[in-house]
């Protein structure tokens, strides 16, 4: 996947935008943009990549994502087969700074200050009441300045939720140095297009023009991890959306998911997931 900057910008009439997105399906577009994005998912289902988080997502799910973290919803086959489906979010696009330089440095803002800090791997919400979705969708309706103080609210309620859960891992840094950008958007565009072959570190290193161990000090410098724990993640964030979605052996979706082996495969999947496959199923079955 090529990582695109898309402009969410907001007018000369707003510091921050809100819309409402009815379309077929998402946008297909593995992207990042340097405002955070507060998203309310109203209909469809499919996969959300999050940094290098692959995840099934649903119809009611709240997400906020930290400024220039790459992400894409991508809805399931049917949405894109068919025309009489609807995939629809209200997602809200805004600066860190949309209400002034040091705004949020104010003691009576240090909630949300930490919210925007932990944005940065991207949140999901769990269990989110129905009065804070209409909290969400009633912006759309609002005036500039009570928009504003009800976004301030939305903020300072997620702020105060403790039931969420972290989606990119801790050691994805997204350096927006331009050298180092330019390297990086390469390295997850490859691992992405090939994380279901058999790939090493070589190759990539080949491919952004390095010698193995400068990519390997690179990378680790980079992620806070070797390169094969970050394809291994990868790999099982993609069966564990392989799992929940079909009907296939396990054994058929560790091999799809670029493991050779079902051993490493377990071994890697209960090292990430502190579960088994087959425990991880009945789990999410269960809920």
Known sequence: ????????SSSNE??????????????KIWHYHP????????????????????????????????KNLPHMWLNDEVY???????????????????????????????????LIKRAARGLKFND??????????????????PRAIALLEILQRLASDKNYESLSSLGYINSFIAEEND?????????????????NANEVAQEIGMNASAFSRFFKKIHRKTFT?????IRVGYACKLLLES???????????????????????KAFKKMTPKEYIKYHRSL
Do not use: W
């Open 183 to 199: 390297r990086l958007h390469k390295i997850h565009e490859y691992v992405f297009n090939n994380f279901k072959k058999v790939i």
């Open 128 to 145: 989110v009441d129905e009065g804070l979705k209409n909290s969400i969708r009633g912006l759309l309706k609002k005036d500039p300045f």
């Open 14 to 27: 707003s510091s921050f935008t809100v819309t409402h997105n009815c379309h077929p399906y998402f946008l």
């Open 247 to 269: 009907q296939s052996k396990i054994t058929a979706i560790a091999y799809e998911s670029g493991f050779n082996n079902i051993s490493n495969f377990n071994r890697q999947f």
């Open 80 to 114: 894109i087969k068919r025309g009489n489906l609807k995939a629809e979010a209200i997602a809200i696009h805004f600066n860190e700074d949309f209400l002034g330089e040091s705004f949020f440095e104010r003691p009576e803002f240090a909630k949300i200050s930490k």
């Open 1 to 8: 996947m090529k990582l695109h900057l898309l402009n969410r």
């Open 229 to 233: 724990k970050y394809l291994n993640e």
């Open 35 to 66: 405002e955070l994005e507060l998203v309310l998912i109203e209909k469809s289902s499919g996969t959300r990549f999050i940094g290098d988080s692959i995840q099934k997502f649903e119809a009611g799910e709240v997400v906020l994502l930290g």
